[in-house]
């Protein structure tokens, strides 16, 4: 990064929105907002964001909760807490507190920033990222802020290149050949293609920079119109179109690749499914998500744990783990593992298997259970010989079974099961 980049980066702010439950994970949110989910062995969602506005030289970040908060808010305070304010750096945490209406929570995206307006004014900054915080990537904000500048645009946002037929399930844009956004299009049946490649189409990552004193104004209009539903997507993003410069910035040309052959890495693990099978792409023997990379590390809270432990090495009782990944303080005692992969202090005992499976923290699986294509919540008691993955039909009885055949376990399920059996 150089001085003057430097300086554009000390004069910016990342605003990240946190509040969305994420109901498509299903019981996975009962307890925490989607931002809050684990993913990776040992980070949160929401750890993504916040580490590429730090790697990308972002010193000034808030983050806006509202949605069972509990599990995020612990979770920043304790991983996100080395800025020094002495420094002006600082992460702070914005719950939905009325702080403007007393029976008003954020009612939307945009809103959720308007309700902090005069928290922003005190960060005395001149760009404001705003950025969701529940998808997978890696991306260096600083390349999209200065094109943001250089094209002097009202807005600039994030977008990804899908493929024509894939598009209708997002919202698009319409661009010319300078990536400037003529139309904006929300699920459209007919996505348009681009100037240079009719075949694809770019998709809103909901990743947006500002000036921030042109946001405020929008803001504060958008607040006083009674028809708004006061949201970034919906609101606000189309009438820039519409009245001033919206400018495209494409993903490819920021995002942070796990090798010079590797394709640009992006995920919404907003489903079960899609949950399941971005972890275990992290067991390949060459994943597209580099979380080895120490040039772009991904920050996070780190329990201070032993070394994941394997013990007995009998035939069918040995404590081994074959294309997985296995974090500190597991203790891996006469269980066979394959393609799987493990969250801090996961405990598995004799006897037992488990085969692409995603286990969050604090899991115990007792002997003899056999678990194939599962998700298993944190902290959840496995019982002694209890199999799944193997009877769809069983499985559905007692637990939730995804439409990729994915068995999501959570302890509220194992205990209704031991009540009715």
């Known amino acids: 990064m150089t001085n003057s980049d430097s300086r554009l980066m000390n004069r910016t702010m990342a605003f990240v929105l946190a509040g969305g439950r994420g109901s498509r994970l299903k019981e996975l949110t009962d307890r925490r907002v989607k931002p809050a989910v684990y993913f ?19 010193r000034k970040m808030a983050i806006a909760t509202q949605y069972k908060a509990h599990s ?7 991983g996100w807490s080395f800025f020094r304010a002495e420094r002006n750096e600082f992460l702070d945490i914005l719950p ?27 960060y005395d ?16 904000y600083e390349k999209m802020v200065r094109h943001h500048v250089e094209a002097g645009a009202d807005v600039t946002i994030g977008c990804l290149t899908v493929p024509r037929e894939e598009a209708s399930a997002f919202g698009v844009m319409a661009i010319d050949e300078n990536d400037v956004i003529t139309s904006f299009l929300e699920k459209p049946k007919d996505p348009p293609g681009t100037p240079d490649n009719p075949n694809v189409t770019l998709a809103s990552m909901g990743i947006y920079v500002f000036r921030w004193d042109f946001l405020r104004d929008l803001l504060t209009r958008d607040a006083e119109d009674s028809n708004s ?9 189309p009438d820039i179109v519409k009245n001033g410069k919206a400018q495209a910035h494409r993903f490819e040309k920021s995002c942070v690749r796990a090798g010079p052959d590797k394709p640009a890495y992006w995920r919404d693990v907003g489903t079960v499914d899609a949950f399941w099978k971005a972890n275990l792409d992290l067991t390949n023997f060459s994943p597209d998500l580099d979380l080895w990379d120490t040039d772009w590390p991904i920050w996070t ?4 744990v032993p070394p994941a432990k394997f013990i007995h090495d009998e035939e069918k009782r040995r404590g081994s783990a074959v294309s997985s990944l296995v974090s500190g303080g597991c203790i891996i005692s006469g269980t066979e593992i394959r393609e799987s992969l ?14 692409r499976a995603v286990v969050l923290p604090y899991a115990y699986i007792a002997r003899h259970a056999r678990l194939s294509r599962v998700v298993i919540d944190r902290g959840v008691h496995i019982p002694e010989g209890l199999i799944v993955g193997e009877d769809p039909e069983e499985d559905a009885k007692w637990f939730r079974v995804s439409e ?11 205990d209704r099961r031991a009540a009715e059996t």
Do not use: P
């Open 404 to 414: 990729g055949g994915v068995t999501l376990i959570t302890q509220a399920m194992l």
């Open 342 to 355: 493990l969250f801090t202090q996961v405990h598995t005992n004799s006897f037992s298997s488990l085969d």
């Open 229 to 237: 539903s006061h949201d970034f997507g919906n609101d606000l993003i």
């Open 96 to 122: 939905a507190s009325q702080r403007m209406d007393e029976a008003m929570w954020y009612r939307g995206t945009a809103d959720a920033v308007t309700q902090n307006i005069d928290i922003v004014d005190s």
């Open 301 to 304: 809270y780190s329990e201070s």
């Open 125 to 140: 900054v001149d760009y404001v990222v705003i950025l969701a915080g529940d998808h997978i990537y890696k991306m260096d």
């Open 72 to 78: 995020l808010i612990r979770h920043c305070q304790r």
């Open 40 to 58: 990776g062995g040992k980070t949160r969602i929401v750890d993504f964001a916040l580490s590429n506005a730090l790697n990308s030289g972002i």
